[in-house]
């Protein structure tokens, strides 16, 4: 019995140093409404504006151990492909303020109080164009978000199965 216990916990620790660390994604994603144009409005060649189209804003965060030290590549959001730059955050928790109403803003805890490191990741605009592996395929099928990352010079990936919905931005 005690030699079962041994090799049993030789096996878990091993895992924990050889495994994939452990890794959080917090992803929140926010519908941005344009604001109304006035319908008699042309543009420089007379011919008339058209309203802009809804467009998503999405938050993202990385949230793991403080002896772990990862670099994110890319990020997926269902299924389309984005560059990304991090920036580390140094405070936790991360508050999302709406300031629509003057009075009373809205504030929202996009990333809670802990002891852990904290990437935010922004999107670029623009899209890459990535090999696109089985592996990526079957987990962007799957998952509203997938990131790419590399830990001890290994590619790894991570991945969230439903994006949370943020309060919409109203553009006036």
């Given at each position: ?62 949230s793991f151990r403080k002896t772990t030290h990862i ?102």
């Amino acid at each position: 019995m005690k030699r079962n216990l041994l090799i049993f916990l030789f096996f878990a620790t091993g895992l924990d140093i050889y495994g994939q660390p452990l890794i959080k994604i917090l992803a929140f994603e926010q519908v941005n409404l344009p604001g109304t144009v006035p319908s008699a409005v042309k543009d420089e060649n007379g011919n008339a504006v058209k309203k802009a189209a809804a467009k998503n804003n999405y938050f993202l965060f990385l949230s793991f151990r403080k002896t772990t030290h990862i670099r994110p590549l890319e990020v997926f959001i269902k299924g389309t492909a984005f560059r990304i730059k991090e920036t580390r955050l140094r405070e936790t928790p991360v508050l999302y303020i709406d300031s629509t109403v003057r009075n009373n803003p809205l504030k929202a805890v996009l990333v809670p109080a802990a002891e852990k490191n904290v990437i935010e990741l922004i999107i670029e605009e623009t899209t890459s164009q990535p090999e696109r592996t089985s592996s990526i395929q079957r987990l962007s099928l799957k998952n509203d978000i997938v990131v790419s990352y590399i830990w001890n010079k290994k590619k790894y990936f991570a991945a969230l199965r439903n994006l949370a919905k943020s309060t919409p931005v109203n553009n006036e």
